[in-house]
């Protein structure tokens, strides 16, 4: 005996989002675009882009994935903040208002929200982003929960970009290796299984590297997996200062 | 290849403008202080055109701007300290919200501390 509910309809909304467009085949300027949608309560970011891109204009460009938070693909600047468009709610947003959609600042723009990721990829590259040991075990290296728990939170960075391209240095300089290299050397540099943290240190204790931080926690603020950048840059700081980890 | 559109004023929170006020008040210190060495130097060069000078400082709007300065110096220094906390201390980063409210309200308050004396004697003047 079940008794048929009526399931109730998820509320809908119209919203209007402005999105900065460059088209450098059409124009050198990038300009701004309003779109209207239909959304759904349980609608994202993603969701409208999406459905202006299929239903209104196929031209718009954007990169996502896997399209759950995890990929890291589509960090763009959601309201004047670096967001994943795909964990940001539209009802989390001022819908009354219109939503401002344009790429992460600092990178080369190459159309609408696509950003030129190369740069942001290099200083990875440069830290050294990968375990560094010189024996070569017969079973795998062990750590304690404790040593593993020392770098748990930058184990969790997905490379979106989004601290790095919201950090106000980096816009202005950007020969800096930004917030995302330093965490992911930080999770280098304090695993206990890792015999190069020297190598590391002495690579962000540059003009460039980790003196460059002004602490102005827009990294931490916008980082989509809540990772405290700046707390682990201040710790690289420290352990240069020390000498070692 | 491509244009880097202009956008959006990046919305940051307190971390942000706290640092966009240290530099502010900081370039604002560095002319004070270039002025003051000038016109103090001036004394070496003679007692008299050094007396003119600082009379000419007597007036309500440098006054108030001495009020700026008060308060600007308060402002660098408090939040330099901040700073130094959110660098060395291991719980400075959880706290540099907060930090950062208590350097603002010991600024402000310590500068209306000051307030009505420099007041009086700007109307003095």
């Known amino acids: ?245 | 290849m491509s244009v880097v559109p202009a956008g959006t004023l990046y919305r940051g929170k307190v971390g942000m403008w706290s640092w966009v006020l240290h530099r502010v008040s900081g370039v604002a210190i560095f002319f004070f202080l270039l002025v003051h060495v000038l016109d103090t130097a001036l004394v070496r060069v003679s007692p008299e055109a050094y007396d003119i000078v600082i009379q000419s400082y007597k007036t309500p709007i440098i006054g108030l701007a001495e009020l700026g300065l008060v308060g600007a110096i308060l402002f660098h220094g408090l939040n330099g300290v901040r700073i130094i906390l959110v660098d060395f201390w291991s719980k400075g980063t959880r706290y540099q919200n907060v930090m950062f409210w208590i350097v603002l309200v010991l600024a402000i308050g310590i500068t209306a501390y000051f307030t009505p004396g420099h007041l009086d004697r700007i109307l003095e003047f």
């Not at chain 1, 240190?201 to 809540?226: H, M, Q, S």
């Open chain 1, 1 to 245: 005996m079940s008794e048929v509910k009526e399931i109730a309809e998820i509320p809908s909304f119209t919203v209007t989002l402005s999105i900065r467009r460059f088209d450098p085949e059409k124009s050198e300027e990038a300009s701004w675009e309003e779109f209207q949608v239909e959304m759904h309560s349980t609608d994202r970011v993603l969701d409208a882009l999406h459905k202006i891109k299929w239903e209104q204009d196929g031209s718009l460009t954007f990169r996502r994935s896997c399209a759950h938070g995890v990929c890291g693909s589509d960090a763009v600047r959601i309201n004047g903040r670096n967001r994943l468009a795909c964990k940001t709610l539209i009802k989390d947003l001022d819908i009354n208002s219109t939503i401002t959609v344009e790429p992460i600042k600092g990178l080369p723009v190459e159309k609408d929200l696509v950003v030129d990721m190369n740069p942001f990829y290099q200083a990875y590259k440069d830290i050294n982003p990968f375990l560094l040991a010189n024996d070569k075990p017969e079973k795998e290296r062990l750590q304690s929960p404790e040593d593993r728990a020392r770098y748990d939170d930058t184990t969790k960075c997905i490379l979106c970009a989004a601290c790095t391209t919201s950090c106000p240095v980096f816009w202005t300089d950007g020969q800096y290796f930004g917030p995302a290299a330093i965490v992911n050397a930080h999770r280098f540099i304090f695993d206990s299984r890792d015999e190069q943290a020297d190598l590391r240190l002495d690579i962000l204790n540059d003009k460039e590297g980790v003196w460059r931080c002004r602490t102005t926690f827009n990294c931490t603020e916008a980082c989509p997996r809540g990772i405290e950048v700046t707390k682990a840059i201040a710790e690289v700081k420290q352990a240069i200062l020390r000498g070692k980890p």
